[in-house]
């Protein structure tokens, strides 16, 4: 069965820090550009960093850029996103997701990703 799993949320306070797992099972995850979306309450859900198939391909929304950081770890087949400094705008439920590999990680992220989605992992920045 092919499957993203997402885990490492929680809840923290604002200038923590936090690092969401994206596991994959049923197919090898290096061969796909791979996102982390964000839902925040009562919204949509919008990129926040993306990571393509070449080296240096990472792709940062503004509000995440200097903060977080987008890597994989090609022998657990898993992506991480690092994320420092948090602030309570950055609470929500954080999906990843695969874009195919002939695009780069700015499309994934600005455009957005298709098929269904995850379960999602909580991250709550709050005093």
């Known amino acids: 069965q092919v499957q993203l799993v997402e885990s490492g949320g929680g809840s923290v306070q604002p200038g923590g820090s936090l690092r969401p797992s994206c596991a994959a099972s049923g197919f090898t995850l290096d061969r796909f550009v791979i996102g ?15 990571i393509g198939r070449r080296d240096g391909d990472a792709y940062y929304a503004d509000s995440a850029r200097g903060r977080f950081t987008i890597s994989r770890d090609n022998a657990k087949n898993t992506v991480y996103l690092q994320m420092n400094s948090l602030k309570p705008e950055d609470t929500g439920v954080y999906y990843c997701a695969p874009g195919p590999p002939t695009i780069d990680a700015e499309r994934l992220c600005v455009g957005g990703a298709e098929g269904s989605w995850g379960q999602g992992t909580q991250v709550i920045v709050s005093s």
């Open 36 to 50: 982390w979306f964000r839902q925040a309450p009562g919204k949509g859900r919008q990129g926040v960093s993306c």
